[in-house]
């Protein structure tokens, strides 16, 4: 399921790094349109005033640890494992994100109760919404499965919950749209560039689930080392 010491600092920092990199787009947009400086900005985040107020904010809560901790928990850690010795781990990655993608259906009900919008739009948002966390899914699944951790994905997940998706028609509109533009394609291909080699297996010490298909015969599974 994830909880292992073995490997736990890479398993932390690595995926996030990655992660990071992929957002490099987004956080170059988020900096350049934040009024507060680098220095301003950091103290900001290292106050413990802040932190305190993030503890204290229930939709903070929910946002960043407990919906990344749980769905994480269920949707990797639980459901991988069970499903990957049935359907094999590349079936296995792709099944596990349309259930959590299915898991963020609530949000439909929730606009329609309270007329948020047209019945079309709510649906059409819901679609959008789908699809993109079954391709977030896809890639926490990819992540457990290669480090061995539940951590990473986690982070991964709180830092992403923190982002949003990324506000690419605004930054076509951005005054500064060129060096913008260009911070999203290199991002996109740095993160293509690394995503094999900062997830090698070897960085993590020996795979649990990768140990659990050996044991039940699938000894060619793909993503194991």
């Given at each position: 399921?994830g909880?292992?010491?073995e ?6 920092l690595?995926?996030?790094?990655l ?9 170059m947009q988020?900096?350049m ?5 680098l220095?301003?900005?950091?103290k900001?985040?290292l106050?413990p ?6 503890l ?14 749980t ?11 069970m ?10 990655v792709f ?5 959590f ?7 439909i ?17 819901a ?9 977030f899914g896809?890639?926490?699944a990819?992540?457990f ?8 994905p ?6 992403c919950n ?5 506000a690419?028609?605004?930054?076509l ?8 533009l ?7 291909g740095?993160f ?7 997830t090698d297996p ?14 039940a ?9």
């Open positions: 399921m909880f292992r010491l490997g736990i600092f890479p398993a932390a690595l995926p996030l790094l992660t990071m990199i992929l957002f490099l787009g987004p956080l988020l900096s349109d934040c009024p507060c400086d220095a301003d900005g950091l900001v985040v106050a005033r802040s932190w305190a107020r993030c204290t904010d229930m939709r903070w809560l929910r946002n960043q640890v407990i919906a990344p901790l769905e994480e928990l269920v949707f990797r850690a639980c459901m991988l494992p499903l990957a010795p049935c359907t094999g781990l590349g079936p296995a099944t596990c994100p349309l259930f993608g299915v898991a963020h259906f609530h949000h009900f929730e606009q329609l109760r309270f007329r948020q919008s047209s019945v079309g739009s709510i649906f059409l948002s679609a959008f919404q789908f699809s993109y966390t079954a391709v896809a890639y926490t990819f992540l499965i290669r480090t061995g951790h539940l951590i990473g986690v982070l991964c997940h709180s830092f923190y982002m949003g998706f990324p690419v028609c605004a930054a509109e951005h005054p500064q749209r060129r060096p913008l260009a911070g999203y394609a290199l991002g996109v740095l293509l560039l690394l995503l094999q080699p900062l070897k960085l993590y010490g020996s795979l649990p689930l990768c140990v659990l298909l050996e044991r015969g699938d000894s060619e599974a793909p993503l194991c080392p």
